[in-house]
């Protein structure tokens, strides 16, 4: 008996787990028959020959260019299904995402200055005097590789709180450092550029887009771009024309998270201008090519 009604539970059992896996197998069955289909379809529909002929010219495409892209061949189409899109040109590396709603047809560097011996040592001096200091280290020579005239006189730019800005000075003259703080364009003619490697000290904007190299604070791309407008006075030789070809040539060799330069922009309440002069290095990309 006890036998008996152990064999009809197992057989319950096993009735159960035999049908449970038939009735799952046919939906994923199909589910995957979908799927497959799905993307063959969706592979038809990305017009990536068209999408990469209109967008040629383009240094940066907005999400809103390929919605726009793709709502002149299908007017009906929804947003997720180009969302979708999007995501596949991603995968297939179509496109390369450099900022939020922004892509590029190309995968581009990542902007990192060398940290020359001189700067390490530079910066060893100041962490030993005043270790909680935050600043940031480079050398102006790294804005050569986006200029066309390439200046002959180079800084070493060492940024800091603005509380600090004399204790640094008074630091390094001690250590008898050709040491500026924030020259007028008088001084820069007539005593820092006969100078070797003349440091300027200026003010540490809060909140500026750093990159750490180990454990030294150094410029990003983002902040360089903004800084040479801001400061025309120490960046003379990049201003004018030179600065929409640097511009230029920032945008189409290197990835730019542009909403985080345009927030170190407004920082610097320049955010306007900085914006046309991103529009105007994009016209200048689209009449050159």
Known sequence: MLLLKLRKILNSIILFLYFG????????HRFCIFVKKELHIKNNKLHINELKSTFSNNLIVE????????????????????DGRIFELIKKGVLFRIGRGKYSFHEKQTFQPQLENSLIKLSKLIKKHLPFLDFCIWNTKCINAFMVHQPFRFYTILEVEKDAMESVFNILREENKNVYIDPTQDTLDKYVSFKTEPI???????????FQNNTTSIITL?????????NATLFAAQQGAEMIYIYKSAFEKYSIN???LLRY?????????????INKAKDSALNND
Not at 21 to 28: A, F, M, N, R, S
Not at 200 to 210: C, D, G, R, W
Not at 222 to 230: F, N, R, S, T
Not at 265 to 277: D, G, H, P, V
């Open 21 to 28: 896996t038939l009735i799952y197998l046919v939906p994923k």
């Open 200 to 210: 300027i000290i200026t003010n540490l904007v809060s909140e500026a887009p750093l």
């Open 265 to 277: 922009a407004s920082r610097r309440k320049k955010k306007e201008q900085i914006i046309q002069l």
């Open 63 to 82: 999400k809103s260019d390929v919605e726009n892209f793709y709502k002149s061949i299908d007017a009906d189409i929804n947003l997720s299904t180009i």
């Open 222 to 230: 983002e902040k360089l771009l903004v800084d040479i407008y801001c």
């Open 258 to 260: 542009e909403a985080k």
